[in-house]
């Protein structure tokens, strides 16, 4: 019977999200305020799209082309709702093309985290209207759930037209809602503005249809705390920090070493292998893939990168489209900017940036180095303060090192340049010219020794 009405009627997801959102005091929308480094609107949209819909409408306001920008992808219907007249008014723009037998289940833009296993069972309740709830010990600034004394569904009431007996109820409404378009017709064409807000509340619903002897019913939340929305900066700030314990919680179960889970940030999507260990400080973001045993050191931050088994960063090393590809050694305090591709058994060290740069196998750099634009092939060392000098004002130029190279400290490659195999350039060196391979390159004035002459010597005497 259930399951009947379900597949009866096609789904059709309404996303509201139109709202000013006043109260971030941002110059951005409120739906576009990031989350783990994600718009809260895309945590929604995923929601939704997870429920495979007919159809997902997003209701936007004036900032439309902000958000159409943000979310270009073409299943999203968008529908314009011209003024901000309350939530009522939002999901009539949503749904006015819609026939009567349609399923609609509206969600809320600012309400990213409702798990999806409440959606099912709402939209698997069958009710005519059903209203997702939450208990919480802090219900300031939701609608309250009015139940009657037999415990029936009777009303929303807002926050700000509430007396203090309803302020008292705890269970609150999530602003998820599922009914019949038809039925969402005739009850938003009934609404009016008589309320503290002067808007149209998709709430007011509630009691029109209980009037009409439909079926209402308020389904409690199987995680209450994941249905909170974000109004405000606190409010944001406090979704991150309950998205951010599911993450640990996630990478815990999956066998990851957090030695402060508190500590640890996972904005983006993390896939570890068997015993990671991650110390405190550490931010992860975007794409991160760990092999086993990788530890990454405190404050070391990961974005968009691979790290094959065994790698080992030290602390405070920044690292950004990185890939290892064998157990290597990183940092402490190193930056290694995309397109740098370290082997097995390379270093790079402290105070060291590299940029489109790849490190053969066994390579080191130890410290204080650029390397950009740079093939290294292995068992090079590049000693202490070595330039690539890849970029001439205008283009970049590609500097090569072949396998076995010595590179003395403190010289300069003047790209686009060769050094060859097993060839060793002279600490000091400005090089400029392709160096053949098993050669020794000197590029500098070459050292002079003089005796001192007789003034040096007094000068130096009487200051001493
Ligand atoms: C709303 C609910 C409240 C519930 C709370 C849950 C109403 C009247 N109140 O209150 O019962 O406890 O959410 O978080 O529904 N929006 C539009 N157009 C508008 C107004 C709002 O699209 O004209 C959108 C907003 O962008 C937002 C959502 O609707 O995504 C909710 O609006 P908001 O103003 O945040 O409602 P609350 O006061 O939080
Ligand atoms: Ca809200």
Same mark, same amino acid.
């Given at each position: ?149 037999? +415990? #029936?569904?009777?009303? $929303? ?7 203090? @007996?309803? &302020?008292?109820?705890? *269970? %609150? ?99 570890? +292998? #068997?015993?990671?260990? $991650? ?7 975007? @794409?991160? &893939?760990?092999?086993? *045993? %990788? ?170």
């Amino acid at each position: 019977m259930i399951s009947q009405t379900i597949s009866r009627d096609p789904l059709h997801i309404v996303i509201l999200a139109a709202g000013a959102g006043k109260r971030m005091r941002s110059n951005w929308p409120k739906v576009l305020q990031p989350l783990a480094g994600r718009p809260l609107l895309a945590y929604v949209i995923d929601r939704a799209r997870a429920l495979a819909p007919a159809s997902i409408r997003i209701v936007h306001g004036p900032a439309g082309v902000q958000l159409c920008a943000a979310f270009p992808e073409p299943d999203l219907i968008w529908c314009e709702q011209p003024e901000p007249h309350g939530t009522g008014d939002a999901v009539r723009a949503g749904i006015a093309d819609l026939p009567a037998a349609a399923r609609v289940l509206v969600l809320y833009g600012d309400t990213p985290l409702t798990p999806a296993t409440d959606l099912e069972s709402m939209l698997a309740a069958g009710a005519d209207l059903a209203v997702l709830s939450a208990e919480l010990d802090d219900a300031a600034g939701y609608g309250r759930i009015v139940r009657d004394d037999r +415990g #029936r569904f009777r009303a $929303i009431v807002e926050e700000r037209d509430a007396d203090a @007996e309803i &302020r008292a109820i705890r *269970e %609150v409404n999530t602003g998820v809602m599922t009914a019949a378009a038809g039925d969402f017709h005739r009850w938003l064409a009934a609404l009016t503005r008589d309320n503290a807000q002067g808007e149209y509340l998709l709430t007011d619903c509630i009691a029109l249809a209980g009037g009409e002897g439909k079926q209402v019913i308020a389904l409690p939340s199987s995680a209450p705390l994941d249905c909170l929305g974000a109004n405000d900066r606190a409010e944001l700030a406090r979704l991150e920090r309950r998205l951010q314990q599911h993450r640990r919680t996630a990478a815990l179960a999956a066998g990851v070493t957090l030695i402060d889970p508190e500590r640890v940030e996972i904005r983006g999507r993390l896939e570890a +292998g #068997r015993d990671v260990v $991650i110390d405190c400080g550490v931010i992860l973001e975007g @794409e991160v &893939r760990l092999g086993d *045993e %990788v530890s990454l050191g405190a404050g070391v931050i990961v974005r968009d990168s691979t790290l094959a088994a065994g790698t080992a960063v030290e602390p405070y090393s920044v690292l950004d489209g990185v890939q290892t590809t064998g157990p290597c050694r990183i940092g402490p305090f190193a930056r290694l900017r995309p397109g740098t591709v370290l082997a097995a058994g390379s270093r790079v060290g402290n105070f060291v940036e590299t940029k489109k740069a790849r490190l053969g196998e066994g390579s080191k750099a130890g410290h204080l180095s650029y390397l950009g634009d740079a093939e290294i092939g292995p068992g090079v060392n590049i000693g202490a303060g070595t330039i690539t000098c890849n970029y001439d004002g205008r283009n970049k130029h590609p500097t090569a090192i072949g396998a076995g190279a010595f590179i003395g400290s403190n010289s300069a490659l003047v790209a686009p340049v060769a050094i060859g195999a097993d060839s060793l350039v002279g600490a000091g060196s400005v090089i400029t010219e392709d160096v053949p391979a098993g050669s020794l390159a000197l590029g500098r004035g070459r050292q002079v020794n003089r005796p001192r002459r007789q003034n040096d010597k007094k000068t130096k005497q009487k200051g001493a």
